[in-house]
């Protein structure tokens, strides 16, 4: 089962527009991350957001947090045809933290 | 050297076979995990092991078996899989701990599994 939501489920822009998803997920967290996958890939790691953060930056990437909400959302400046990929969130199925589960994921075309 | 090397690339397997996935990273990492992702969904956990114990088991099938030789290395044993066991299987690595940066995980290109 997902713990996150994903919104859009697919996204396709221009170069040079901005990029929005938004995560939303249901039980208490101490942090929650998002990940690149590129088609058939491996995940990459983009940023970690910590529960009390409200906001982070991260070159063109910046993640926003509302744990009233439940929900984050991760904007894409000024996008390019390589940011096309498959976007999840994630967050920690254990208090650890060593067990992610990611929500339904967010699939970005960007066209040139 | 943030890299978890997965062989082989791509198998193809009979449901009579036996076969196994590798994993390997040299970063240092005490977790290791195992996802199965089908296509055009998110990865699912299927087991972690931390320091080489197999502490999360995912209620996944016993015709998957995993095996954490040493702190290196991952093993996915397959043995009788099922067509709908097709996917790709990832691995990934982190350092366990409480130090939120431990929670990031590194991953893998994985092994596309077609099961014939």
């Known amino acids: 089962s997902q713990q996150g939501e994903e919104d859009p489920q697919a996204l396709s822009i221009q170069e040079g527009e901005n990029a929005t998803m938004n995560c939303s997920y249901k039980t208490s967290i101490n942090n929650l991350q998002w990940y690149r996958q590129n088609s058939g890939r491996g995940l990459v790691h983009l940023i970690l957001i910590r529960s009390n953060e409200r906001e982070k930056h991260s070159g063109r990437l910046r993640v926003t947090l509302d744990t009233s909400k439940k929900s984050s959302s991760l904007l894409i400046t000024a996008s390019r045809a390589a940011d096309t990929a498959s976007y999840f969130c994630?967050?920690?199925?254990?208090?650890?933290?060593?067990?992610?589960?990611f929500g339904k994921g967010t699939t970005l075309s960007v066209s040139s | 050297d943030t890299e978890v090397t997965q062989t082989p690339k791509h198998l193809v397997m009979g449901m009579t076979n036996k076969k196994s996935l590798k994993c390997e990273q040299h970063?240092?990492?005490?977790?290791m995990y195992w996802y199965k992702q089908k296509a055009k969904k998110p990865p699912e956990l299927m087991f972690v092991y931390s320091y080489e114990k197999l502490s999360i088991n995912e209620s996944v099938p016993s015709r998957f078996s995993p095996e954490c030789p040493n702190s290196s290395l991952l093993n996915l044993h397959l043995h009788a899989l099922q067509p709908e066991d097709s996917a790709l299987y990832l691995c990934?690595?982190?350092?366990?701990?409480?130090?939120?940066?431990?929670?990031?995980?590194?991953f893998g290109a994985g092994t596309r599994l077609s099961v014939l």
């Open positions: 994630a967050t920690a199925l254990n208090q650890a933290g060593t067990a992610l589960i």
């Open positions: 990934a690595s982190s350092q366990p701990g409480q130090t939120i940066a431990k929670n990031i995980q590194y």
């Open positions: 970063m240092g990492h005490r977790a």
